[in-house]
């Protein structure tokens, strides 16, 4: 019996032993689970901050870009406003009624009896919408008829009016040199330009086609919005006469010129502004010039070489002084109104006269301003046609 309780008391410790052991196996799975998800929820919450940094770095980086792109653009709109504030300091007029939008400028000069009385010569304010007779009016006392078509006075000079020796004066107008095709409030000016009204005898009428006295034009801008082809065409012993004017015509705004020798082709077919210069002995041998030498009383330039000079003509078309020996002349010629490919000569009795003729326009351009024509004869400039 003693034997059977100890054998039972074996048993039941041995129970009791396996049933602890149990217990502390599971609890320490269970620990070992916690700190495994402890781990993992750390590391995700660990994960979740950096993303959030990231996220607010990359806020503050959007930010300082966002700054800095408004500080750029607001630096070039500054210095775009400050860049229109100059243009308009420069061209503002003293009209009160001056738009900021108005920057662009034409010269407008109003003259009589052939540019020897200046009435006005201003840089005028145009724009996109401008017209000749816009600028007319905007400066000086205008009158029209014809529903403006026609103008019959500016600043109280009228047409049909006495002028000169008791002969009915006229309004005729110029841009760039050329005498235009189109009435007052049909021609749209382009910046730059340059419109010359002029009032004397009608007994010239639209015979003088093209002037001198808006050089360099109509080199620059041509007429009507066409420069065409430009080109110099010079007799034997002329070359650098021709390139010398070549390069002022480009320091002044000329984009392309061309120098050639004489041709009879390249004068008679213009197909843009075209200057022969040389002496007349050699420029005569070109059948277009001749005839148009002989055709002195209608071409509207005033001048008529002779063998050995020259004679020069008053508006009514009469030769009115002789010039012997050396001279030379300046002149412009066109195929009727708005001629955009008119001629012009630089010619001489003599060669040392083209060169006298060819300095005052790459040195002095100014001793032309206004004037028709012009001879230059001993170094003195005669404005041409005679009065």
């Known amino acids: 019996m003693k034997r059977y309780l100890s054998i039972m008391l074996v048993l039941v410790l041995i129970l009791i032993m396996g049933g602890c052991g149990n217990k502390g196996a599971g ?50 709109r500054l210095n775009e406003e400050s860049t229109i504030s100059n243009e308009v300091k420069q061209a503002s007029p003293t009209d009160p009624a001056f738009s900021p939008e108005i920057i662009k400028r034409a010269s407008l000069l109003v003259t009589q009896n052939f540019g020897n009385h200046i009435i006005f010569n201003k840089k005028v304010p145009i724009d996109d919408k401008s017209y000749v007779l816009d600028i007319l009016k905007a400066n000086l006392d205008v009158e029209t008829k014809y529903d403006g078509g026609f103008i019959s006075s500016i600043n109280g000079l009228k047409t049909q009016g006495s002028v000169m020796n008791g002969e009915r004066g006229d309004w005729f107008y110029y841009v760039n040199g050329v005498c235009s095709h189109v009435g007052a409030m049909d021609y749209k000016l382009m910046t730059g330009e340059t419109v010359w009204w002029d ?7 639209p015979a003088v086609s093209s002037v001198i006295g808006c050089y360099p034009e109509p080199f620059v801008h041509g007429y009507n919005g066409k420069t065409g082809s430009i080109n110099i065409l010079y007799s034997e012993g002329n070359l650098n006469n021709a390139n010398s004017l070549c390069d002022s015509l480009k320091a002044r705004g000329v984009s392309s010129v061309k120098v050639s020798g004489l041709s009879e082709e390249l004068v008679k077919n213009r ?8 002496k007349w002995s050699m420029l005569k041998e070109i059948y277009y010039l001749d005839n148009l030498n002989k055709a002195y009383r209608k071409n509207g330039t005033s001048v008529h070489f002779l063998d050995n000079g020259l004679e020069l003509l008053n508006y009514k078309g009469e030769v009115s002084k002789n010039i ?20 012009w000569l630089a010619a001489g009795t003599d060669n040392s006269a083209v060169t006298q003729a060819i300095d005052i326009l790459v040195k002095n351009p100014s001793k032309i301003f206004q004037l028709y024509n012009a001879a230059v004869s001993s170094g003195e400039i005669i404005a041409l046609p005679l009065q």
Request: no cysteine; aromatic share 2%; charged share 25%.
């Open 199 to 205: 009032y004397h005898p009608w007994s010239t009428g």
């Open 27 to 76: 609890k320490s799975d269970v620990t070992e689970n916690q700190s495994v998800n402890s781990v993992q929820k750390n590391q995700i919450e660990s994960a979740a901050a950096d993303k959030e940094i990231e996220q607010e770095q990359i806020k503050v980086k959007e930010t300082e870009e966002s700054k800095e792109n408004t500080k750029e653009q607001t630096n070039n």
């Open 271 to 278: 197909h843009g502004p075209t200057i022969v210069l040389g």
């Open 324 to 343: 012997d020996g050396s001279a030379a002349v300046i002149v412009a010629t066109g195929e009727g109104l708005g001629d955009a490919n008119p001629l």
